[in-house]
Nanobody, 119 residues
Framework: QEHLVESGGGLVQAGGSLRLSCVASGRTFSIHSMAWFRQAPGKEREFVALITWSAGSTYYADSVKGRFTISRDNAKNTVYLQMNSLKPEDTAVYYC????????????WGQGTQVTVSS
């Protein structure tokens, strides 16, 4: 079983940057992809970005394309989310998640890290 721990959240002004980290431990060899999701108060959780573990292919939600970059360091079992040009609407709890295969959902989740963007 994998275990995920996020860090790097905080308070930042609009236009600023933050980098989130997610460290995976446990059966990391079984990971197909890792992703970032976010959930704002009163809203449903939404997909932000994903990266495949072996090939490093990336996909982004339209709302963050060109501003956010997902990357990984396989040697450190870590996934990053570099967030630039932050907007108040990016305020949310950000969660890291792991997917075991292309045909399964994201079934391992971190505890979340709060990102707050002030205007």
């Amino acid at each position: 079983q994998e275990h995920l721990v996020e860090s790097g959240g905080g308070l930042v002004q609009a236009g600023g940057s933050l980098r989130l980290s997610c460290v995976a431990s446990g059966r990391t060899f079984s990971i197909h992809s890792m992703a970032w999701f976010r959930q704002a108060p009163g809203k449903e959780r939404e997909f932000v970005a994903l990266i495949t573990w072996s090939a490093g292919s990336t996909y982004y939600a339209d709302s963050v394309k060109g501003r956010f970059t997902i990357s990984r360091d396989n040697a450190k079992n870590t996934v990053y989310l570099q967030m630039n040009s932050l907007k108040p609407e990016d305020t949310a709890v950000y969660y890291c998640a792991a997917q075991k295969s292309a045909t399964t959902g994201y079934d391992t989740w971190g505890q979340g890290t709060q990102v707050t963007v002030s205007s």
